[in-house]
């Protein structure tokens, strides 16, 4: 009997807005305290940590996510709640503090018994004066899983990820008119699959983050797997009417030809569309209507290795 389903399962989940009750004088985060516009108390704060960690903990059903890429964190406080509300497993967190100037961040937790952190580096995005978030490049290996009956795991492979979790830059102001501003952080992204790739053909490489765009193949060498979702009008976040594919999966060659990547929603994390014709995520607020039973206008997206 094998003791794990998959290889190894990776997600990726825009947790929108997950930020503590503090104010920070260097971060544009007043409405996020007890005395802002959204009434952001202890309580809900904590309300949403565990609603976060519940998905977290539903995500691969029998199988606790290797990694998890998050984008909107704003802080180390928060992962480490995180952390607490997700005790059960043996999560830590990378995090680097990024210029934007909300202060949200992208983040990763890692189950420090199947994978070993070789590097991890924040990437800039140099923008000519204006700010987002840096993207996480972290390097580790895979520690292979323990299967029943067979007499030692020594022997077992374990495989080096290259991993790239980013939350590109926003559709703020047109998506037209601010399109160089993700190019520009593509293009950093780029830069670095090209070294990999030139050292290694190889090369295990992900990179997985919300795009805020639509999926394209326009990072070469890689693969966007979520092209046939984007096709058939499916989509992790549901605006105006409309489903868009904001988050996506790009692969190197040696994952694309045997993973598989899919968009996990489960019906308690859904709520009926405005015009009760569909389904869309639920969300911590609505407007200024706060939903204690609420997630995030995002749903993960998951990647298996059989």
Request: net charge negative.
């Amino acid at each position: 009997m094998v003791l794990s389903i998959f290889l190894w399962l990776i997600s990726w989940w825009n947790v929108e807005n997950l930020f503590d009750t503090h104010h920070d004088s260097l971060k544009n985060d007043l409405e996020y305290t007890a005395e802002g516009v959204r009434h952001w108390t202890p309580t809900r704060y904590r309300t949403k940590v565990d609603n976060i960690a519940r998905v977290i903990c539903n995500i691969g059903g029998w199988e606790q996510p290797l990694l998890v890429g998050l984008g909107e964190v704003e802080n180390d406080y928060c992962l480490r709640s995180l952390c607490y509300a997700l005790v059960q497993y043996p999560y830590r967190a990378i995090h680097f503090e990024s210029p934007d100037e909300r202060g949200i961040d992208v983040a990763l937790l890692y189950d420090t018994t199947r994978f070993v952190p070789l590097s991890a580096e924040p990437l800039a995005v140099p923008l000519d004066g204006d700010y987002t978030r840096d993207i996480l490049y972290v390097t580790g290996t895979t520690v292979p899983p323990i299967v029943h009956c067979q007499p030692s795991t020594v022997n077992r492979p374990t495989d080096t990820l290259h991993c790239f979790f980013c939350h590109l830059p926003s559709m703020l102001g047109g998506a037209k008119a601010t399109e160089w501003k993700r190019q520009r952080a593509k293009t950093v992204i780029q830069q670095r699959v090209d070294s990999l790739l030139q050292q290694c053909p190889n090369a295990k490489i992900i990179v997985m983050g919300d795009m805020n765009c639509n999926p394209q193949n326009d990072l070469q060498g890689l693969t966007n797997c979520m092209l046939p979702y984007s096709k058939r009008g499916e989509g992790t976040h549901y605006y105006q009417g409309l489903w868009s594919c904001l988050d996506q999966c790009y692969l190197s060659p040696s994952l694309s030809a045997i993973a598989q990547v899919s968009i996990f929603r489960p019906s308690w994390m859904l709520v009926p569309s405005p015009d009760g014709l569909d389904s869309i995520p639920r969300r911590t607020f609505h407007g200024f209507h706060y939903d204690r039973g609420g997630f995030s206008d995002h749903l993960p997206i998951v990647l298996t290795t059989p």
